[in-house]
C-alpha cells in the first residue's frame, strides 16, 4: 500500500484549515472535498484538481468541524461559538441552524444511515443527538462522573468531549476526551457502556474500522494511536512514531490501513497487519488538523488540510 | 388454428407430390409433422419417413438426420440406428449441440464412457465452436479426475454458455483440486452469482477462504449455505472452525474478550454439529480445540464497581474465573476424548488429550504430585510417539509436556535429529537450558531458533530476559520483549515487558500499558499484574485507579502466593500510601504507614509519605518529628533518595517553623546535602524569601551541581522572580530588576519559551503600563504550538492580555481608526486568530476564552458593536459566566468573572438593552474585589442611567464612584464627561484632584495623562461653543504633551474654527505650528491634517504649500473611504494645475470636472455642489 501526492494547493483559505471530509458523490455529481477553516469560511473543492466549487460564508469564528451526510445531500459545520449550519451540498441553502451554548459543540458526524447527527458535546461533557428529519435533540449521551470519594481537583471531574465516531453497524457511538478517556455508548437504548483507558492526554479524533464493527482507532495528544476491541473494552494494538500530538485518524475503506496527521507535520500511513508506519509524507509545513478517506467508486483518495492554510490530495493503492 | 395448420399441411403434402425429388420439401413436412403435428406415434413414423426420404435425396442435411436419431431414440427405441443417425449428424455438423447431447446420453446409458469422451473429443477438436462436447468432456474429465485437462474443457466451454452454474461451479472444483485457489474463489462466486442457492459452491468457496486466512469472508459462505440448507454438518463444521481461526486472531492481538465472545458462538454451532452428526471424530476434535482455546482466552473481568472491592469479592471473582477456564478445559478433554473413541489410530489426538490434560493441571494446582509415577500428560504424548514415532512434533510436545529434565531434552534433542531446521524444539531447548542455568548454551539455541524462525516469540522474551540478566543495554532488551509480546501475547512476557519498561524508562509507552492491561485480564491471580498496572496508572496521574490496583495486589499476595514474603508487601503498601498521598487522601496514607511503621517494614520512602501526610493533616509536631527520623537516615541513603528526603526536610521546615528556622536548619546541615540541583531549587527559593541573604554561600555552591540548560533556565527565572521580592517595597514589586535579569539570561538562552513568557508577564504586569507592546513581541507564539504549562503563563495567554492592554497592538484595520501610538505596534501576530488557535487546541482552557473574549470586545468596539459580533459574544460570555471555576473566591478568577460582567453589560448597553446592562453592572458592582476595580461598574451605572434619563440614580452612581475612587486615569476623565454632560452636581474640583493623585503613582505617563485630561476639557467647551477656552485647554495639552499628534490636530482645528470665526488672525499662524507637528509627529499619515494645514496655509496666501498640503492629504486616506469634500479639493486642485499643465501629480490624472462628478456622486445630499455644478454647466 502506498500514497502518491497527487495536488496541493497552498493558501487554499486565508487562514488555518481546520476540518475536512468527504461529501459522497449523488446521482448529479461527483463526490466533493469540504474544508473548514480559521477564516470563518467552508469551502467545496472537486476532486482530482480540487477546483474550488463554493465558499460558504456566516460563521463567526473559526470553523472546528465539518460533516457530511451519507446521502452527499446535505452537510453540517461547526464553529468556535457553537452555531451549527447545516446546508444543502449544491445549492449552499441553510436547512438548519443548530444552536449551542459555546464550548459544547465540537465534532460532528452523521450517522451511517444519515438519520441522526452526533455533536461531541465539548464542555457539556455529553454527546448530543440530533434527529435529521426534524432537528430537534432527541437524545444527550452524557459521561458518568467518576464516583471516587472525592475528585482530586475540579477540572477532573468534568470531561471536555472532543470527538466522536459512529461504528460501522450505528449500534454504538465513541466519545474521546480531554483526559483520555474513550467513552462506548449504545445509541438505541440510549445507554452509557464503558470507558476505554490507555491514553493520558486528550483524544482528538475517533474513527471505527468499516470492515469490522468492534475495531475503533483514536489518536490523541500523547503521540499513539490506539486500537481497540470497543466492546471488550481492551486495548489490542498501539502504534507510535509521531514526534507529538496526534490530531487526526482515519482508516481507509478497505479497513487495510489507517492515515493519521500530526503536529508534527506529517501524514502518516499506517499498515495495520504489521502495526507499523510505512509512509510518511512531509508536505505540509505545519500542524496537520484532518486527515479524511474518500470510500466508493474507483480510485481511493486521501486528503489533509494544516495550518499551513494548505489542501494536499493523495492517491491511496 | 387447426384449419391453417391443415392447409399449410396439405400444401406442403401437394407440393411434395408434385416434386417428389425436392428433399427440402420433404424435410419440411416431416418437421411440420414431428413438431406441429399431434403428439402421436402415428405422425412421427410419417415425419420419420419423410425425413429418411429427405435424407436419402440430401445426405448432407445433417438436421433430417437428427430427427431420424430421435425417432429412433424416442419413438421406435433402436438404439443402435439412432447412435448411427446421431453420429451421422454429428460428423455433418459438429457444432449441433442437441444431437450431440443425445448420443452422449445414449452413450451414457450404455455405460460406454470411453466412446463418450471419444465422441466430444472429436467433436470439439473439429469444431472450436462445438461448446456442449467441451462441456460435456469437461464434466468427464473432472469425473475422472483429470483436473488440468478438466480446466482447460471447461474454460472453453464457459465461452459457450455463460450462465450455466453447473459449468462454473465444476470449473470451480477443477481449480480448487489443482490448488488455484484465488480462481476457484472466483468460479464459485460467478456460480453463486447465477444461483444464489449453490450449497455446494458456497462451503468450497468458504473452506478455501478458511484455507487462505480470510475466516471472515469464510464465515459469511458458511452462514449462507447455513440459511440454504439448515442441515448441512459440512458447513457447520467449516462456520465453526472459521470462527476458531477468527478467535485465534483475536487473542493474538490480545482480544481475550473479543476471542471469548466469538469462541462461544463456534461452541454453539460445534454443539449443534455433534447433534447432527455424533460419529464423526473431526467434529469432536474441533470441538476439543475451541474448548481448549476458549479455557486459554476467558479473561478475568474487573467489575465495574471495582474502586471498593473488598478482598472476598475479589476472591470470589477470581474462583469464579477460574473455574469458568477449568470447566472449558475439562470439556476439551472429554471432547478429545470422544473424536479418540472414534479414530484411536490418530495419533495427533493423543497429544491433545494430554495438552489439555496438561492444562487442567495447572488450573488444578496439582503441581506438588510425585515425581516417579507418570502423569496423564506425559503417557498421553507417549502414546502418540508409539503411533508415529518419526513425528517430529510429538517430540517437542512430549519435551513440554514432560516432568523430568532428562526426558525433556531427549525429546527435544530427538525432535532436531528427526529436524534439525525445528524452530520451536530450539526455542523450548533454550528455554530448558536457561532454567538449569547454562546460560551459553541457552544464548545459542535461542539464537538458533530465532535465525531460523523469527516470528517466533520465545527465543525473543529469552533474549530479552538475557539482556536484562546482563544489566546492559536495557533499551534492547525491550525492544525484543516487545517484540516477543507483539508476537504472542502470553501474560510471562507482559508482566516481563512492565518489568523492563520501568527499568528502562518507557514508562509512558502505550504498547506496555496495553500489554499489563492484558495481562490482569489473563493473571488476575498474579500480585506484579496488579502492583505494576498500578505504577503506570501512577506515572499518568490517574491515582485512584492505581489506589485500587494496589490494593488487589495485596489481595492478590495475601490469597495466591503461597509464602508471603515480607519485603512484597512492603513494596505494595508504600506504593499505595503513595498514591493515596498524591491523590490528597493523606488520612487513608497516614493508615497505610502506621500499618507499616508498627511492623517496623517503614523504610526512607515510607518516611517521607508518612512526615507529609502529618503535616498534610495540620499534625505539625508528629511531622517535624518523622522528619527528623528521616534526617538521621540521609548519611546512609542512597544519592537520589537522600536528595528527595532533604528536600522534603527543607520544605516541611519552612512550612512549620518558617523562614528563620528553616534558615538556620540548613545553615546547620552539612553542605555534601545539597549538591544536588533539586535541592538547589528548594535553597534557592527559600533563599529568595530571606532579605538577609543567610544562604547566598550554600545557594551558590549548589547551583553547581544544575546540568542541563532545561533546569539552568528554570534556576534564572526564579531567580528574576527572587529579586522582584527583594529589590521590591512592601506594596510594589521591583518589575524593573527582574525584567533586567531576565534580558539577560534571555541572552544565554534566547531559545527557552519558560523566560520568554516570564519576561512577557513581568512587562505586562508592569505598573508603570508602557512596555505591552514589548511583552508581546517578546514570547514567539509561532515556534511552539502545545501551550504547554510551563512558567507562569502561557505565550498564549501573554499575547492575548497584551493585546488588550495595548490597544494599538490590536487595531489593525485603518477603515475603523488610525492609530497614533508612537510604538508603532504592528498586529503581526493577530491576536484574535492566534488565540482562536488555541482554543481550538485547548477548548477547555477558561483563560484563553476568556482573553478571547476581551479581544472581542475590543474588536467590537473598534467596529461600533455590529450587530454580529455581539451576538457572539453574548454568547460566549452568558458561558463563560455559567462555569464553575468563577464559583471560587480568589482575587483572579473574580477579577475575571467582574470583567465579564462588564463586557456583558458594555454590549447590553451598546444593543439598546437598559434593565440587562444594568442587572450586569449591578451584579459587577457586587463582586468581592477592591475598590479600584468596583469604580468601573459604578461608571458603566451611570452611562446606562443617564441613557435612561434617570438622573436621580445617576447622580447616585456619580457619588458612589466618587467614594470609590480609582487608580485609573481613563476611569476619571470618563467620569468628568459624564458630569458635564449631564451637569451632575458636584464640587468643583475633586474630579481633578483625584486624577493628579492618582497619576502620581505612575509618574513617567503623568504629563500624558493630563494632557488627555485637558483634552476632555476642552471638548466639553467645544460642546458648549465656547472655543476660547477649549483652545486654552487644548494649548496647555499641547504643552504637556507635545508628540502626540491627536492632541496636535484637535489644537489645530480649534485655532482654524477660532480664526473662521474671525476673532485673530493669529490663530491661523497657531493652527500652521500644530498642525505641522501633528504632521511630523504621526506614525501613519492622519487625514484631515493635511486638508487643515492647507486651508489655513491658503488662507495665509501661500498657493505652492496649500497644493502640496492637498496632494499630500489625498494620500492620507484608503482609497474606499475618500470623503467627497477631499474629490471637491481635488478638483480645485486640478483646476489650479491645468492653467499650469502640470501633469506630472496626482491630481491631473482626470479632468477637474470629473473630480466634481466624483465629489457629487459620492455625497449627493449636498446643496452646494449642485449649485455649484449649475455654475459650472451654465
Not at chain 2, 680 to 691: E, G, K, P, V, Y
Request: glycine share 6%.
Amino acid at each position: 500500500m502506498k500514497l502518491a501526492g497527487l495536488k496541493s494547493i497552498e493558501n487554499a483559505h486565508d487562514e488555518s484549515v481546520w476540518a475536512a471530509t468527504w461529501v459522497p458523490a449523488t446521482a448529479s455529481r461527483s463526490a466533493l472535498l469540504l474544508t473548514g477553516s480559521l477564516d470563518e469560511t467552508v469551502k467545496l473543492w472537486k476532486p482530482d484538481d480540487l477546483i474550488l466549487q463554493r465558499t460558504n460564508t456566516g460563521h463567526c469564528l473559526g470553523v472546528a468541524s465539518v460533516a457530511a451526510h451519507p446521502s452527499g445531500m446535505i452537510a453540517a459545520s461547526s464553529s468556535l461559538d457553537s452555531f451549527i449550519r447545516v446546508f444543502d451540498v449544491d445549492t449552499n441553502n441553510t436547512i438548519a441552524t443548530l444552536e449551542a451554548p459555546p464550548s459544547e459543540v465540537w465534532q460532528l458526524r452523521f450517522d451511517p444511515k444519515g438519520t441522526i447527527l452526533a455533536v461531541a458535546g465539548g464542555g457539556s461533557a455529553s454527546v448530543k443527538l440530533w434527529d435529521t428529519a426534524t432537528w430537534n435533540l432527541v437524545a444527550t449521551l452524557s459521561i458518568p462522573r467518576p464516583e471516587g470519594p472525592k475528585p482530586s481537583d475540579k477540572t477532573s471531574s468534568k470531561k471536555f468531549v472532543l470527538s466522536v465516531a459512529w461504528s460501522p453497524d450505528g449500534r454504538r457511538i465513541a466519545c474521546g476526551s480531554m483526559d483520555g478517556t474513550i467513552t462506548v455508548f449504545d445509541v438505541a437504548r440510549a445507554k452509557f457502556l464503558h470507558h476505554l483507558e490507555g491514553h493520558y492526554m486528550p483524544v482528538r479524533s475517533l474513527v471505527y474500522s468499516p470492515a469490522e464493527p468492534r475495531l475503533l482507532f483514536s489518536a490523541s495528544d500523547d503521540t499513539h494511536v490506539h486500537m481497540y476491541d470497543a466492546e471488550g473494552k481492551t486495548l489490542i494494538g498501539a502504534m507510535s512514531g509521531h514526534a507529538s500530538w496526534v490530531l487526526s485518524v482515519d482508516v481507509s475503506p478497505d479497513g487495510a490501513a489507517i492515515a493519521t496527521g500530526s503536529s508534527d507535520r506529517t501524514v502518516r500511513l499506517w499498515d495495520l497487519s504489521m502495526r507499523a508506519a510505512v509512509q510518511t509524507m512531509s508536505n505540509h509545513t505545519d500542524q496537520v488538523w484532518g486527515v479524511t478517506f474518500l470510500s466508493g467508486g474507483g480510485a481511493c483518495r486521501l486528503a489533509s488540510v494544516s495550518d499551513d492554510k494548505s489542501i494536499s490530495l493523495y492517491d491511496y493503492s | 388454428m387447426e384449419e391453417e395448420k391443415e392447409a399449410v399441411l396439405r400444401q406442403l403434402e401437394q407440393s411434395v407430390e408434385a416434386n417428389p425429388h425436392d428433399s427440402a420439401l420433404r424435410f419440411d413436412l416431416g418437421l411440420l409433422l414431428w413438431e406441429k403435428w399431434n403428439e402421436t406415434a402415428e405422425a412421427k413414423e410419417k415425419a420419420a419417413e419423410h425425413f429418411l426420404a429427405s435424407a436419402k435425396l440430401n445426405p448432407q442435411n445433417g438436421v433430417a438426420f437428427r430427427y431420424l436419431g430421435h425417432y429412433y431414440s424416442r419413438v421406435s427405441l433402436d438404439i443402435q440406428r439412432a447412435l448411427k443417425c446421431y453420429q451421422r449428424a454429428l460428423s455433418l455438423n459438429p457444432e449441433d449441440s442437441d444431437s450431440g447431447e443425445a448420443l452422449c446420453d445414449l452413450l451414457d446409458e450404455g455405460r460406454k464412457e470411453t466412446l463418450e469422451v471419444a465422441a466430444c473429443r472429436e467433436a470439439s477438436e473439429r469444431s472450436p465452436r462445438a461448446f456442449w462436447a467441451f462441456r460435456r468432456l469437461g464434466y468427464l474429465q473432472v469425473h475422472q479426475n483429470q483436473w488440468s485437462e478438466a480446466v482447460q474443457s471447461l474454460q472453453h466451454a464457459v465461452r459457450g454458455y455463460p450462465t450455466c452454474a453447473d459449468l462454473w461451479e465444476a470449473l470451480g472444483l477443477a481449480y480448487n483440486r489443482l490448488g488455484r485457489f484465488t480462481a476457484a474463489i472466483k468460479s464459485y462466486g460467478r456460480t453463486i452469482e447465477l444461483e444464489p442457492t449453490r450449497v455446494f459452491a458456497l462451503v468450497e468457496s468458504g473452506n478455501i477462504f478458511l484455507m487462505l486466512g480470510s475466516f471472515k469472508k469464510g464465515v459469511e459462505q458458511f452462514e449462507q449455505a447455513l440459511q440454504i440448507s439448515p442441515q448441512c454438518v459440512s458447513a457447520y463444521y467449516g462456520l465453526a472452525s472459521g470462527l476458531l481461526g477468527l478467535a485465534k486472531e483475536c487473542i493474538h492481538l490480545g482480544a481475550f474478550k473479543w476471542g471469548a465472545t466469538l469462541l462461544g458462538e463456534a461452541s454453539q454451532v460445534a454443539k449443534t454439529s455433534t447433534n447432527l452428526a455424533g460419529n464423526l471424530s473431526c467434529i469432536w476434535k474441533l470441538n476439543g480445540d475451541i474448548q481448549l482455546s476458549y479455557a486459554q482466552c476467558y479473561p478475568w473481568v474487573e467489575e465495574d464497581q471495582g474502586l471498593e472491592f473488598n478482598a472476598e469479592d475479589f476472591n470470589a471473582s477470581i474462583f469464579c474465573w477460574k473455574n469458568t477456564c477449568y470447566l472449558a478445559a475439562i470439556s476439551a478433554k472429554f471432547s478429545y476424548q470422544r473424536a479418540l473413541l472414534l479414530a484411536p489410530w490418530q495419533a495427533n489426538i493423543y497429544t491433545d488429550i494430554a495438552i489439555s490434560s496438561d492444562l487442567i493441571n495447572t488450573l488444578n494446582k496439582r503441581t506438588g504430585h510425585d515425581l516417579d509415577t507418570w502423569q496423564p500428560p506425559e503417557k498421553m504424548a507417549l502414546g502418540a510417539l508409539l503411533l508415529e514415532a518419526d513425528n517430529y512434533d510429538f517430540w517437542v510436545t512430549l519435551g513440554c509436556l514432560a516432568n523430568h529434565n532428562a526426558l525433556k531434552q531427549h525429546a527435544l534433542v530427538r525432535g532436531l535429529q528427526l529436524d534439525v531446521s525445528l524452530a520451536v524444539a530450539w526455542a523450548y531447548l533454550g528455554k530448558l537450558y536457561r532454567k538449569n542455568g547454562e546460560k551459553q548454551l541457552a544464548k545459542q539455541a535461542f539464537d538458533c531458533s530465532r535465525s531460523i524462525d523469527p516470528s517466533l516469540a520465545l527465543p525473543w522474551a529469552g533474549m530479552s530476559a538475557d539482556f536484562h540478566s546482563r544489566d546492559t543495554a536495557s533499551d534492547e532488551g525491550f525492544e525484543s520483549c516487545l517484540r516477543a509480546v507483539q508476537i504472542l501475547p502470553l501474560v510471562e512476557f507482559q508482566i516481563g515487558l512492565a518489568k523492563l519498561a520501568l527499568v528502562s524508562g518507557h514508562i509512558s509507552s502505550s504498547q506496555v500499558f496495553g500489554a499489563i492491561r492484558q495481562a490482569m485480564q489473563r493473571a488476575p491471580h498474579y500480585p506484579e499484574c496488579h502492583n505494576l498496572n498500578g505504577l503506570f496508572c501512577e506515572s499518568r496521574f490517574d491515582y485512584q485507579s492505581a489506589i485500587a490496583s494496589y490494593r488487589l495486589a495485596r489481595f492478590a499476595l495475601i490469597s495466591f502466593s503461597g509464602n508471603v514474603s515480607k519485603s512484597h508487601v512492603r513494596d505494595i503498601s508504600i506504593n499505595l500510601a503513595r498514591s493515596l498521598s498524591r491523590a490528597g487522601n493523606a488520612l487513608e496514607a497516614l493508615k497505610e504507614c502506621e500499618i507499616l511503621k508498627k511492623e517496623g517494614l517503614l523504610d526512607a520512602e515510607g518516611l517521607q509519605i508518612y512526615a507529609l501526610s502529618f503535616w498534610q493533616l495540620g499534625k505539625n509536631d508528629q511531622a517535624l518529628s518523622e522528619a527528623r527520623n528521616l534526617a538521621a537516615g540521609v548519611s546512609t541513603m542512597e544519592r537520589k533518595l537522600a536528595a528527595t528526603s532533604v528536600s522534603l526536610i527543607c520544605r516541611l521546615l519552612y512550612s512549620i517553623s518558617g523562614l528563620d528556622s528553616a534558615v538556620n536548619s540548613i545553615l546547620k546541615m552539612p553542605k555534601e546535602l545539597f549538591q544536588s540541583s533539586k535541592i538547589s531549587f528548594i535553597i534557592s527559593a527559600i533563599n529568595a524569601l530571606d532579605q538577609s541573604n543567610r544562604l547566598e554561600s550554600v545557594v551558590s555552591s549548589s547551583r553547581n551541581y544544575l546540568k542541563s540548560q532545561d533546569e539552568i533556565s528554570r534556576m534564572h527565572s526564579l531567580i528574576a522572580l527572587g529579586k522582584l521580592i527583594k529589590h521590591g517595597s512592601e506594596y510594589c514589586l521591583a518589575f524593573q530588576s527582574g525584567v533586567a535579569h531576565l534580558k539577560k539570561a534571555l541572552h544565554m538562552y534566547p531559545n527557552s519559551c519558560l523566560l520568554r513568557s516570564l519576561l512577557g508577564y513581568l512587562l505586562l504586569s508592569n505598573e508603570q503600563w508602557n512596555d505591552t507592546h514589548v511583552a508581546t513581541r517578546c514570547c514567539n507564539v509561532g515556534a511552539t504550538y502545545s501551550p504547554t504549562k510551563e512558567g507562569l503563563k502561557t505565550a498564549f495567554e501573554i499575547l492575548g492580555a497584551g493585546a488588550v492592554a495595548c490597544y494599538a497592538s490590536s487595531c489593525s484595520n485603518p477603515k475603523f481608526s488610525f492609530p497614533t501610538c508612537s510604538y508603532q505596534c504592528l498586529d503581526e501576530h493577530g491576536a484574535i486568530e492566534q488565540l482562536q488557535k488555541c482554543l481550538h487546541i485547548e477548548p477547555w482552557n477558561q483563560t484563553i476564552r476568556y482573553l478571547l473574549i476581551l479581544n472581542l470586545l475590543q474588536k467590537a468596539r473598534e467596529e461600533r458593536f455590529p450587530h454580529h459580533l455581539c451576538i457572539v459574544l453574548k454568547r460566549l460570555i452568558s458561558v463563560a459566566l455559567s462555569n464553575e471555576c468563577y464559583s471560587n473566591t480568589d482575587v483572579p478568577c473574580q477579577y475575571q468573572r467582574f470583567q465579564l460582567l462588564l463586557c456583558a453589560s458594555e454590549i447590553s448597553l451598546q444593543g439598546g438593552n437598559q434593565i440587562s446592562c444594568i442587572d450586569h453592572a449591578k451584579n459587577a458592582s457586587s463582586v468581592m474585589l477592591p475598590n479600584v476595580y468596583l469604580f468601573f461598574a459604578h461608571l458603566l451605572l451611570c452611562r446606562a442611567y443617564a441613557v435612561e434619563d434617570d438622573i436621580m440614580n445617576l447622580q447616585k452612581e456619580y457619588i458612589r464612584c466618587l467614594e470609590l475612587k480609582t487608580n485609573c486615569q481613563i476611569g476619571w476623565i470618563c467620569l468628568k464627561f459624564i458630569e458635564s454632560r449631564y451637569k451632575v452636581q458636584t464640587e468643583t474640583n475633586i474630579l481633578e484632584l483625584s486624577l493628579k493623585e492618582c497619576s502620581l503613582e505612575r509618574k513617567n505617563s503623568q504629563d500624558m495623562w493630563m494632557g488627555v485630561f485637558y483634552l476632555a476639557q476642552s471638548l466639553i467647551c467645544i460642546q458648549n461653543q465656547d472655543f476660547l477656552s477649549a483652545e486654552e485647554f487644548l494649548a496647555q495639552a499641547c504643552l504637556l504633551a507635545s508628540p502626540e499628534s491627536c492632541l496636535q490636530l484637535c489644537h489645530g482645528a480649534t485655532c482654524m474654527e477660532l480664526a473662521r470665526n474671525g476673532s485673530d488672525s493669529q490663530f491661523l499662524s497657531l493652527a500652521i505650528r500644530s498642525l505641522t507637528k501633528a504632521q511630523e509627529a504621526s506614525v501613519i499619515p492622519l487625514p484631515i491634517v493635511s486638508a487643515l494645514l492647507a486651508q489655513a496655509e491658503g488662507s495665509l496666501g501661500s498657493k505652492e504649500k496649500w497644493k502640496k498640503n492637498l496632494r499630500l492629504e489625498w494620500f492620507t486616506w484608503p482609497p474606499e473611504m475618500r470623503p467627497a469634500e477631499l474629490f471637491f479639493q481635488m478638483n480645485l486642485l486640478a483646476r489650479e494645475s491645468e492653467a499650469r499643465s502640470d501633469t506630472s501629480q496626482v491630481e491631473s490624472c482626470q479632468s477637474p470636472q470629473k473630480w466634481f462628478l466624483r465629489a457629487i456622486h459620492t455625497n449627493p445630499s449636498c446643496a452646494r455642489y449642485w449649485k455649484l455644478l449649475q455654475k459650472i454647466v451654465v
